[in-house]
C-alpha cells in the first residue's frame, strides 16, 4: 500500500497555535495528491464547517475532528505520593480562548452523523460544565467519552497525550495505563495508538516504545505528524502564534526544537515510518472509515407551536390571510395575488415554520409594548406585511418579494428584526424560555487580524515591551496586515511611523504572514440560533467572554448547516421614540398620543415640523 | 531470553573482520529498534568530551551525499575518508529564528562508519556540513 492521509492537522482555527490556513492546506493536500485530510483543531470544530465545504469543493474527502484535552487516565493519588520533580507534568493549555484548558490531548475523529453528533454533545458538556468540580471545565471526563464514543476514532495523542508524555517521561507503566483506560472508551477497532516522529533524537525511541506497547496490548498503530503548518518555511508563525497566545515572547513556553510539524508528502512519512508501515497504512483505512455526510443543503427549522389539527402551512396561510384582510381595507385583487403567490413559494421551499416562528417573537414583543420594526428584503413580503413582523406596504411601494425569496436560489430566509434596544433583554429571555435554553445559543463570530492586530502580535512575540507595542501599531487603518508595506509608504497618518525606521523588516515580514489569520471567537451582535433538536447535537458550545452560551460557528456556517438564524438587533431610535412618546403622554395626556404610536405615512413636511420643534 | 536479546543474539561472525551490524541474517530491524530503545546509546554530542568516550565537535567536513537513500554516503575527516554503513538516526533542529547572531537551522544525521559513531549535521543557513559529535 502507499500513500498517506493526514489524520491530526491543526488549522489557524487552532487560536493563537495552529498556523495552517484552510484554503492553502486544501492546495496542499492536492498537489500532494493525498485523498483525504483531517482538520483536528484544539478543543472545537471552530472550522469545521467551513473545512468540509472547501474540502468537497476542491475534491478532497474532509474528515472532521478535534483534539481535545480528556481527563486524566493515570492514578492520582500514587502520583501525589512522588516528589514534584518526578510527577508527570500536565500540559498547559494549547492556544487562546475560554475553551482551551490544561490537560493531556487525544485525538477524535469522526465516523459519521452520529459521530459527529457524540463529539458536538462532549466538547459542549465540558465547555458548559460548572467550574470547581471533579473534572475541570473544558476537560472530557472518560465517563462521558465511554458514554458518547460512538461513532468517533480516537487516537492517543501527540507527545502532549497521557500516553505520549508518559513515555517521554520514561513511564511506561504509566502509558500503558493510559492507553488500556482510554481504549475502553471507545468499540473496538476504534482505538490507536498515534506515532509521530518529530525528527528529534528521542522520537525514533518514542515511536519504538509506543508501538512495542501497542502490540503488547494488541492495539493497532497510527502515523501522524500533529501538522501545525504547512510548509517548513511557515513555522516560525506557529512560533509567534503560541509565544503570544501563552502570553509570552519568543521562544514562548512550547519552544519546539525544530521545523518538522508540517504536512509532509507520503514519501517523507512513509520515510519516516519505514520500520512501521502498518501505522502508514492505517491513515489511510481510518479516512475509508470516516465517511461523514453532513447532509447540507436541507434546512431544519424549530418547532412552531402548531394547534392539532393543523400544519405550519395551514396555519400560516390563515394568519397571512387573516393579517392581509387588517392590512388591505379594502382587499385589492393585487394583494390576493401577491399573497397567494407568496404562499405557494414558501410552502414549496419549506419555510411556513420559519414564518411562524419569527411571528411568535414578534407577537409577544408588541404584547409587551415592545418596539420592533423588520427590515432589510423580509420587507419585500407580502406575508411578513400580514403577519405584522414588517410595516412597509410592498403592494403600495411595488416591492419585489424575489429579492427576498428566490424559488431559483434555494436559501434560507433571512427576517432580521429591530427591537427597542432598551428592552431587547425582555425578548432574548422570551426566546430561551419559548424553545428552552437547550435549544438556543448565540452566534460566534471569527475575530481575525488586520494590519493593526498582527503588528501588535508580531511585537509582542519578538520581544517588545507593551509600551512600545502601542507605538508600533498606533495610526494604523483598519486594512489587510498584507498590505501593512503599502500602507506605511503611502498613508498620510503614517507618515512618521516607527515601523519605518531600520529594523523592523523581520515584524514586517511576520505582520504580513499574519494577514487573515483568526485570532478568537468573538459573539454576534444580536445572531441567535433556535434548533428543534437539542443544540449541542448540532454544533459545540462554550461560554462566551459575556457570559452567553455561543455556538462554535459563525453565522456562515450556520446558514450552511440549514439552521434557522435570527438576528434580535437592538435598535436605539425604538428606545428614543418610546421615550418620546411617554414624555408626550406624560406632558399632553393619554388620548393624545394612542399607543401603539406610529407615524402617520407620507405627509410632507413632515421633517421640517421635527426639526423646527 | 531478557533485555536486548537481539542484540544478544546478534551473530558477528565471522570473526576477526569489521563488524558489520546490518549483516544479520534476521533482518537489521529488531537490532536497530532494540538499539534505539536502549538507554546506554546516547548522542555522542550529549556525551562530555574529554572521558575518552565521546565528544563535541564543530569541524567543517566534505560529505558526499546519496541522494537515493536521502543521507550521507561518506565523508571526509582528517584527510580519510569514512565510508557510511548506515544512518542510524536523524534529526533536525531550528533555534532561536528571530535572533541572527544565535540562530541554528541543521539537519542532523548519526551516522555508523568505519566502527564509530559519528553525527554528522549539514548547516543549512551556512550551507555547510559540519562534524558535530564523535563517539570513538
Redesign the interface.
Known amino acids: 500500500m502507499s500513500g498517506f492521509v493526514h489524520l491530526h492537522v491543526h488549522s489557524d482555527f487552532s487560536f493563537m497555535d495552529g498556523a495552517a490556513y484552510i484554503d492553502g492546506l486544501l492546495k496542499r493536500v492536492r498537489r500532494l495528491g493525498m485523498p483525504a485530510v483531517a482538520l483536528t483543531d484544539h478543543q472545537g470544530l471552530y472550522g469545521a464547517i467551513r473545512f468540509y465545504r472547501a474540502a468537497l469543493k476542491a475534491g478532497v474527502q474532509p474528515v472532521l475532528g478535534c483534539e481535545v484535552v480528556v481527563e486524566t487516565c493515570g492514578v492520582i493519588g500514587e502520583e501525589c505520593d512522588q516528589p514534584p520533580q518526578e510527577r508527570l507534568q500536565i500540559p498547559p493549555p494549547s492556544g487562546l480562548g475560554r475553551a482551551s484548558a490544561s490537560g493531556f490531548h487525544l485525538t477524535l475523529l469522526v465516523k459519521d452523523m452520529a459521530g459527529y453528533r457524540n463529539l458536538c454533545r462532549l466538547l459542549s458538556r465540558a465547555h458548559l460544565r460548572e467550574e470547581g468540580g471533579v473534572v475541570p471545565r473544558s476537560v472530557i471526563a472518560l465517563s462521558d467519552l465511554a458514554r458518547r464514543s460512538e461513532g468517533l476514532i480516537g487516537l492517543s495523542g501527540c507527545q502532549r497525550g497521557e500516553a505520549g508524555a508518559s513515555m517521554l517521561a520514561e513511564l511506561p507503566w504509566r502509558a500503558k495505563e493510559a492507553v488500556q483506560r482510554l481504549a475502553r472508551c471507545f468499540a473496538p477497532g476504534d482505538f490507536y495508538v498515534e506515532l509521530m516522529h518529530d525528527?528529534?533524537?528521542e522520537?525514533?525511541?518514542y515511536v519504538?516504545?509506543l508501538a512495542?506497547m501497542a502490540q503488547t496490548l494488541g492495539l493497532p498503530v497510527v502515523a501522524t505528524n500533529d501538522v501545525h503548518y504547512l510548509t517548513r518555511a511557515d513555522?516560525?508563525l506557529h512560533?509567534v502564534l503560541s509565544s503570544v497566545g501563552a502570553r509570552t515572547s519568543?521562544?514562548g513556553p512550547l519552544e519546539?526544537?525544530?521545523?518538522?510539524l508540517y504536512l509532509k508528502s507520503a514519501s517523507e512519512m512513509r520515510?519516516l515510518f519505514a520500520?512501521f508501515p502498518r501505522a502508514c497504512d492505517a491513515t489511510l483505512e481510518i479516512a475509508g472509515r470516516c465517511r461523514l455526510d453532513l447532509g447540507l443543503g436541507s434546512f431544519h427549522f424549530p418547532a412552531a407551536e402548531v394547534p392539532a389539527g393543523e400544519t405550519a402551512y395551514s396555519l400560516l396561510s390563515k394568519l397571512a390571510w387573516r393579517g392581509v384582510e387588517e392590512r388591505y381595507q379594502p382587499l385589492t385583487p393585487e394583494a390576493v395575488r401577491r399573497l397567494q403567490h407568496e404562499l405557494a413559494i414558501i410552502e414549496e421551499l419549506g419555510f411556513p415554520e420559519y414564518f411562524l416562528v419569527v411571528r411568535d417573537i414578534v407577537e409577544f414583543a408588541k404584547s409587551q409594548g415592545i418596539r420592533c420594526s423588520g427590515r432589510g428584503s423580509a420587507g419585500d413580503s407580502i406575508v411578513t406585511y400580514a403577519l405584522g413582523i414588517t410595516d412597509a406596504d410592498p403592494v403600495a411601494y411595488s416591492l419585489l418579494f424575489e429579492r427576498f425569496l428566490n424559488p431559483a436560489r434555494r436559501q434560507m430566509p433571512d427576517i432580521d428584526v429591530d427591537f427597542d434596544s432598551a428592552r431587547r433583554d425582555e425578548v432574548i429571555d422570551y426566546i430561551y424560555r419559548r424553545f428552552g435554553s437547550e435549544h438556543v445559543a448565540m452566534v460566534a463570530t471569527v475575530c481575525t487580524m488586520t494590519a493593526k492586530g498582527a503588528v501588535r502580535t508580531a511585537a509582542k512575540?519578538?520581544g517588545h515591551p507593551p509600551k512600545r507595542v502601542d507605538e508600533l501599531s498606533r495610526h494604523l487603518p483598519w486594512v489587510s496586515a498584507r498590505k501593512i508595506r503599502e500602507v506605511l509608504a503611502t498613508y498620510p497618518e503614517c507618515r512618521n511611523h516607527p515601523l519605518k525606521a531600520p529594523g523592523h523588516e523581520?515584524l514586517l515580514d511576520i505582520t504580513e504572514e499574519l494577514s487573515g489569520c483568526s485570532m478568537h471567537l468573538g459573539t454576534h451582535l444580536g445572531g441567535f440560533i433556535i434548533t428543534r433538536e437539542p443544540i449541542e447535537t448540532w454544533m459545540p458550545l462554550q461560554w462566551a467572554a459575556k457570559g452567553v452560551v455561543v455556538s462554535q460557528y459563525d453565522k456562515d456556517d450556520i446558514e450552511a448547516l440549514g439552521l434557522v438564524k435570527m438576528d434580535i438587533l437592538g435598535l436605539r431610535m425604538h428606545s428614543a421614540i418610546s421615550e418620546a412618546v411617554q414624555l408626550a403622554r406624560d406632558r399632553v395626556g393619554e388620548a393624545a398620543v394612542p399607543e401603539p404610536f406610529t407615524l402617520p405615512p407620507r405627509r410632507p413636511g413632515r421633517l421640517r415640523d421635527h426639526r423646527g420643534g | 531470553m531478557g533485555r536486548n536479546d537481539h542484540i544478544k543474539r546478534f551473530d558477528a561472525r565471522p570473526p576477526g573482520q569489521p563488524v558489520d551490524l546490518f549483516d544479520a541474517p534476521k533482518g537489521v530491524?529488531p537490532v536497530?529498534?532494540e538499539l534505539?530503545?536502549t538507554p546506554w546509546v546516547r548522542?555522542a554530542s550529549d556525551l562530555p568530551s574529554g572521558d575518552g568516550s565521546g565528544k563535541r565537535a564543530e569541524v567543517a567536513v566534505e560529505v558526499e551525499w546519496n541522494g537515493e537513500r536521502?543521507g550521507p554516503a561518506a565523508f571526509h575527516y582528517k584527510g580519510v575518508r569514512h565510508r557510511v554503513d548506515t544512518v542510524v538516526?536523524?534529526?533536525?533542529?531550528?533555534?532561536?529564528?528571530?535572533d541572527r547572531s544565535r540562530s541554528v537551522s541543521r539537519r542532523c544525521f548519526?551516522v555508523l562508519a568505519r566502527g564509530g559513531v559519528w553525527d554528522l549535521a549539514f548547516d543549512r543557513e551556512r550551507e555547510q556540513w559540519f562534524l558535530v559529535g564523535i563517539v570513538d
Open positions: 525528527m528529534t533524537p522520537a525514533p525511541r519504538a516504545a512495542g513555522f516560525r512560533d519568543l521562544p519546539r526544537p525544530n521545523a518538522e520515510g520500520a512575540a519578538l523581520l | 530491524l536497530v529498534l534505539l530503545s548522542r536521502g538516526m536523524q534529526w533536525a533542529v531550528e533555534r532561536r529564528w528571530w548519526r
